[in-house]
Every structure is written in structure tokens, then in C-alpha cells.
């Protein structure tokens, strides 16, 4: 046999033993990051909605409320979704990659692991994942989920850069919004209003923009981690979301964009659409 093509089938063997190694690893780490999730789930109080919390709220906030979720419907507690999309792997030219991932919420304590992976080169996936558990914001990235490209953990900057990623994608599990979950509302005007989510020593403010159905339709942190070259750095940012549809008697919305804002204008990083997604309720 010709040497060129036996090493070419070592290369090709090579490959797919490290595929399949690499996936093994991720997946038990991820099953590790999910029982912490999971363990430090805390009860969800009350365990129904009740729209006489909504006195005093800002008006679009309530109409908001009252336009997503029915009075006595059980509050989320959990929830596991599944996406698909693209996601944007260039820093100033755009390199649009598909993307499958899953992800675990918990609403008390909040927390979250989201699990991507993305098409960067055929047979060469990057996974990649997000969480926030226990207060601990986790960024990971590894190359056939082997070979780490970008892992940040630990510091107060990550931590609260994830914190506002559970925040802003509460959308998709609105309970989690009412003041009794810990959030408090300020009023903007008659389409907007600002809100904080307190866990622990984070405190992410988030600007809420609501649209003529009376659903989000865009929220904008005046500075979120951006990571760049393994850095962390603060930047202005927006997630946009649409297509509302009914899920467990809750409005949701099934597709979303994450951008930077930058000087020059917006840079889209992330487009996605749930395709599927299952609650857990309390009680």
C-alpha cells in the first residue's frame, strides 16, 4: 500500500479516536457542572403566580406580566431547551458557524450550563460551554472538546457577565422576572423599564424594551463581559428576541440575537431558535 494513503488512514484513525475521546471527556464534565446545578437547586417561593405581587410595578412591566403568564399558574423552577443557529467566530470579519446546543436552567438559586457545539471546520467541532452555578461564572472552550482554547472562571467580572446572561434569557422562563424571585423594577418610560437581579455579591442592572404585544423585545446592558483574546473586557451589549409563541399556557419567545455594540456599529454574535424546550414547576 502506498505510504501517502497509510498515513493518510493513520491521520483519519487518529482523528476520530481523539473525537471520540474528546467527546467523552466533555460529556463528564458536563455531567459533573449539572449535578452542581442541580444540588444547589433551592425551593421556589410561592410556587404560583400571583398578580397582586405586580401592584406598584411599572406599567409596561405589568402589562408585560399579564400579557406572558395566567394568575395561579405554577412558577418554573427548571428548564432544559435545545437550539440551533449560527454563531459568529470572527472578531472583526464575520465567520458564521452552525451551532447545536442544549441547555439546563435552574430559577432558585439562579444558575445555568448551556453545552454547544459548533461546525468550525468539518470534523473539527469546538464545544463550548457558559454556566453560572453556585455564583461561579464558568467560560470553557475546547477544540474537539480537547484541546482548551479559552477557560475563565472565578473572577467577579465572569460571574457577573453570566448572572446577566440568565437575566436577560429569562424571557424564555418569565416567572423568574416577578419581584418575589428577586428582582427589583424602576421605571423608564411607557415602552421601557430597568431591572436588577440581586445573587450574592452580582447585581446586574438590565434595560428592558418592550414592544406593541407587550413582550420583550430587546434588552441592553450598558457593559457586559466581551471576551478577546482570552481577556475579559466590558462592552455594551443587546439580546433581541422574537417569534412569541405559547409554551405551558407562558408566552416565550423561540428565536434570539446576542450583539456587541460597538463605536462602529452592532456585531451580532449569536442567532439562534429553540427548538425545543421542557419546565419543571414548583410544587
Do not use: C
Not at 186 to 207: H, I, K, M, N
Request: no cysteine.
Amino acid at each position: 500500500m502506498d505510504l501517502t494513503v497509510i498515513l493518510v488512514i493513520i491521520a483519519i484513525g487518529s482523528l476520530g479516536a481523539a473525537v471520540v475521546y474528546g467527546t467523552s471527556r466533555w460529556e463528564a464534565s458536563t455531567r459533573k457542572l449539572r449535578a452542581r446545578l442541580e444540588a444547589g437547586a433551592l425551593p421556589v417561593a410561592p410556587a404560583i403566580v400571583d398578580f397582586r405581587e405586580l401592584k406598584g410595578l411599572p406599567v409596561p412591566v405589568q402589562r408585560y406580566f399579564r400579557t406572558v403568564l395566567k394568575e395561579g399558574q405554577p412558577m418554573v423552577s427548571g428548564v432544559l431547551m435545545r437550539h440551533r443557529g449560527t454563531f459568529n467566530m470572527g472578531e472583526t470579519a464575520d465567520r458564521w458557524k452552525p451551532f447545536s446546543s442544549d441547555q439546563q436552567v435552574i430559577t432558585r438559586r439562579p444558575g445555568f450550563h448551556w453545552d454547544g457545539k459548533i461546525a468550525i471546520t468539518p470534523g473539527f467541532p469546538a464545544r463550548v460551554y457558559d454556566a453560572y452555578i453556585g455564583g461561579e461564572g464558568i467560560l470553557h472552550a475546547a477544540l474537539l472538546g480537547l484541546f482548551t482554547v479559552a477557560d475563565l472562571r472565578g473572577t467577579h467580572e465572569i460571574a457577573e457577565g453570566e448572572l446577566m446572561r440568565f437575566f436577560a434569557e429569562a424571557a424564555w422562563y418569565p416567572t423568574a422576572l416577578l419581584p418575589s424571585q428577586g428582582v427589583r423594577w424602576e421605571p423608564v418610560d411607557e415602552r421601557s423599564a430597568q431591572a436588577t437581579l440581586f445573587d450574592g455579591t452580582a447585581a446586574p442592572t438590565l434595560l428592558f424594551r418592550f414592544n406593541d404585544a407587550g413582550v420583550i423585545e430587546t434588552v441592553h446592558a450598558e457593559a457586559r463581559g466581551r471576551t478577546l483574546r482570552n481577556q475579559v473586557v466590558p462592552t455594551p451589549w443587546q439580546g433581541h428576541f422574537w417569534n412569541y409563541r405559547e409554551r405551558k399556557g407562558m408566552r416565550v419567545p423561540l428565536n434570539s440575537e446576542g450583539a456587541w455594540l460597538l463605536p462602529e456599529g452592532a456585531k451580532p454574535y449569536w442567532r439562534g431558535h429553540i427548538t425545543n424546550i421542557t419546565y419543571n414547576f414548583a410544587g
